[in-house]
């Protein structure tokens, strides 16, 4: 069993952010989560080293293309590692081996005779890196997504790939796979845009405008247009052309950001008809951040989440938890420093790691450094662990992107279930006598060996703190394929160290 999940891979112009961190760790959570099923995973992501905006950002710092190309692939690289990003794959399309194969897949198609030399006078928004018709520009004239950075008119010869020919034959597709775009919503919104006859693509730029991409296979003057190269690194990746890609491009799924749906979900799809090859299995779409209040984050108003001084401020984990709790598919959701910093201490703080580090040390002091042996159980004790296996059961199944809040949520609730049994079970008060000493060392049992559970589930999402938990416990190695199971606890097996999980931040 495969399964192959991809990033988009992104623009070098500026430092990694927020939106960038987002759909990398959200790969990385169904990445872990599909390891935990049993199945062989490839997780590709990286950079979009190409196009007019990363070349005009190298010149802007009075940089050599080359440097500056190494500096921020080196710079994401960097992010992805601090934020625990198990990827197999970093992509950089300034790679021989991809712009090889992107001139070849581009003659391909040019010898099919889909791909056009003609005149063409529109206007251009770098910021998308895309030609932009009228309506789909704002009052004044300017991009709606990049309303600072000025269209430009080009009135230029380009080269364009046929794209109505395609049009019906895709929207059969979507209309077969049900599944092709998720959520709902999304797939609505790609079939809207199939609802016209399709305009040409135009796939190249000429090099008076644009040096930094793939050249044209078939005429010099030109380079490749950044998307057309881009999209290709999905193949590319793979190794594509070369024989072996196949198995792992049958179970490819994008997970992209809505702003790139049309990319992802109408050119991608035509240039591999064209290039006769099978499309992607799934298209998993999300919403994007905002800041507090709704408000988009910007420089000037200062509400711009930086992924690493979050990561120093909270740790690594308070960062994956906000994003995996907060993220909704088919809405924007809202994140601050503050927000995560709440979230971080009264979930993860005082509902997870303080229940583990008192009933742990409870534990340690009472019991001679080990987990005591559990007695008989009674009622409240069956009730907690049913509670925690139906809570982390659909861990163990495949996680769709959309479902990953609701996962969390359950364990969240689930949390409060056990912080409730443990006050109510009150075994500093079991311990002072010794006709319920016994009962006491079964309701610390059941409580580590619960919190044992629901640390092997969250070892898919914020792997390092709950390693670090599963150590505290001594608890056995995780099982593949993991379904939650009880009673893998050793009764009066020794304790690890137990260190705060979570520091309270102020
Ligand atoms: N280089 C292209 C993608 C090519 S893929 C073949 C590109 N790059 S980008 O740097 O602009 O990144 C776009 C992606 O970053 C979005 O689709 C999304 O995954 C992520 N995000 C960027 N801003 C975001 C938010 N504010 N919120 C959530 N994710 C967003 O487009």
């Keep these: 069993m495969k399964s192959y999940i991809t990033t988009p891979i992104y623009y070098v112009n500026g430092s990694p952010h927020i939106g960038h961190a987002f759909t990398s760790v959200m790969a990385d959570i169904l990445k872990r989560n599909r390891e935990a099923l049993g199945y ?48 197999d794959y970093f992509v950089r399309t300034s790679r021989e081996g991809h712009k090889t194969a992107v001139a070849g ?59 109505e020919p395609y049009r019906e034959k895709l929207l059969q597709h979507i209309a077969d796979n049900p599944d092709f775009v998720q959520p709902e919503a999304f797939r609505n919104e790609l079939k809207q ?106 420089k000037s108003i200062g509400n711009v989440v930086d992924p690493i001084e979050v990561i120093e401020k909270l740790g690594v984990d308070a960062l994956r938890w906000y994003l995996a709790r907060n993220m909704r598919a088919d809405s924007d959701s809202q994140i601050s420093v503050d927000l995560i910093t709440q979230s971080y201490n009264s979930e993860l703080g005082n509902k997870i790691g303080n229940l583990l580090s008192r009933a742990a040390k409870f534990s340690k002091a009472r019991f001679d450094g080990t987990v005591p042996a559990p007695g008989a159980l009674s009622a409240e004790d069956e009730a907690i662990r049913k509670s925690v296996l139906e809570a982390t059961s659909a861990m163990g199944d495949w996680i769709n992107l959309a479902d990953i809040p609701a996962r969390m949520q359950s364990i969240i609730t689930v949390a409060d279930e056990m912080n409730n049994y443990f006050a109510e079970q009150a075994p500093w008060d079991l311990i002072k006598n010794e006709e319920t000493r016994e009962r006491c060392e079964t309701v610390i049992y059941v409580t580590l060996d619960c919190l044992r559970v629901v640390m092997e589930a969250l070892t898919q999402v914020i792997p390092t703190s709950a390693e670090k938990a599963l150590r505290m416990l001594n608890a056995p190695e995780i099982a593949r394929p993991w379904r939650p199971e009880l009673d893998k606890l050793q009764g009066n097996g020794e304790l690890g160290e137990i260190e705060t999980l979570f520091p309270r931040v102020q």
């Design 40 to 87: 062989e995973l490839m997780l590709s992501t990286g950079v979009d080293e190409h196009g007019q905006k990363n070349q005009e950002a190298a010149a802007d710092l009075d940089m050599s293309v080359e440097e500056f190309l190494d500096m921020r692939g080196k710079e994401f690289r960097d992010v992805f590692d601090r934020l625990g990003i198990a990827y």
């Design 105 to 163: 897949m581009e003659q391909s198609i040019f010898d099919k005779g889909l791909i056009v030399k003609k005149q063409y006078t529109g206007t251009y928004c770098k910021g998308c890196e895309e030609f932009k018709k009228e309506s789909d520009l704002t009052e004044e004239g300017q991009c709606p997504l990049h309303p600072t950075m000025k269209v430009e008119q080009t009135d230029e010869t380009n080269y364009f790939l046929k794209m």
């Design 193 to 298: 845009m199939l609802a016209e006859p399709l305009e040409d693509l135009c796939i190249s730029r000429p090099k008076t405008r644009v040096t930094l991409g793939v050249d044209l296979p078939f005429d010099p003057e030109f380079v490749t247009y950044v998307w057309f190269d881009a999209l290709a690194n999905y193949l590319t990746n793979i190794d594509w052309p070369q024989e072996g890609y196949e198995a792992w491009w049958a179970e490819c799924e994008h997970l992209i950001g809505k702003d790139i749906l049309k990319p992802h979900g109408v050119y991608w799809p035509i240039m591999l008809m064209a290039a006769g090859l099978p499309l992607p299995k799934k298209l998993s779409v999300h919403s994007h951040w905002v800041g507090a209040g709704g408000v988009k984050m910007s």
